[in-house]
């Protein structure tokens, strides 16, 4: 079956690195999202990775190993405003979304 | 403001009763898809259309149903409405093709209270 692992939960201190990790299981693979949702609010967009390797993005990196079934978020110099969900998506071969439960980060001062 | 808008914001309603939420995807999206979200819970995919046809289904119920119409706005009707039908719903949209291209940009959200 299709699948996505992320971790639940993640606390992290404001000012430091957080790294969200999510594997998935899909039938194919057409690339992999993030997106950010804080509380009460729609999702945003964050990245999109389709070749092996590191995207950067200010603040925020996505990584991507397709032999693996990995990624991660990596999010630096983290900001109060950064607590929120982090939900990885993952598209099978038929161009299917299939979204992982999400990451809330809370970050601590 | 992602360009998507959603009607109405908020919506209360009772049991049995039955309610149409619209959506009015990004200029030059093609793509609409209908999100159901209960309280930190996550997102749950209910259906996508693609320039008017149906194009994916999720776990959506057989009392809730969808169209997208000619000028690609589309609506959500859910009927016979349960307790448990409360929550966030999120339309979305995306230009429709391929990897990046489906990119979803999310609207605001109805939120649906059942009482």
């Known amino acids: 079956g299709q699948n996505i692992d992320q971790p639940t939960e993640m606390t992290a201190t404001e000012g430091a690195i957080v790294q969200i990790n999510c594997t998935y299981q899909?039938?194919?693979?057409?690339?992999l999202f993030w997106y950010q949702q804080h509380a009460g609010e729609a999702p945003t967009f964050l990245s999109y990775?389709?070749l092996d390797g590191l995207e950067e993005k200010g603040r925020f990196s996505s990584f991507l190993s397709r032999s693996k079934g990995y990624s991660y978020l990596l999010l630096k110099e983290l900001q109060m405003k950064d607590s929120a969900s982090y939900l990885c998506?993952?598209?099978?071969?038929?161009?299917?979304?299939?979204w992982g439960a999400g990451t809330k980060l809370i970050i601590k001062p | 403001d992602s360009g998507v808008t959603q009607t109405p914001k908020h919506l209360i309603t009772a049991t049995g009763q039955r309610v149409t939420l619209r959506c009015s995807p990004r200029?030059?999206?093609?793509?609409v898809y209908w999100y159901q979200q209960s309280l930190d819970q996550g997102l749950q995919f209910l259906i996508q259309?693609?320039?008017?046809?149906?194009?994916a289904k999720g776990n959506i119920l057989e009392r809730f149903s969808a169209q997208q119409f000619p000028d690609l706005h589309s609506e959500l009707n859910l009927s016979s409405l349960e307790l448990g039908d409360s929550a966030l719903y999120f339309c979305?949209?995306?230009?429709?093709?391929?990897?990046?291209?489906?990119?979803?940009?999310f609207g605001p959200g109805t939120r649906l209270l059942v009482l």
């Open positions: 259309y693609y320039n008017g046809e149906e194009r």
């Open positions: 200029s030059g999206d093609l793509s």
């Open positions: 998506v993952s598209m099978d071969s038929n161009y299917q979304l299939i």
């Open positions: 990775n389709v």
């Open positions: 899909t039938s194919g693979f057409n690339g």
């Open positions: 979305a949209s995306s230009v429709g093709g391929e990897g990046p291209q489906e990119t979803q940009y």
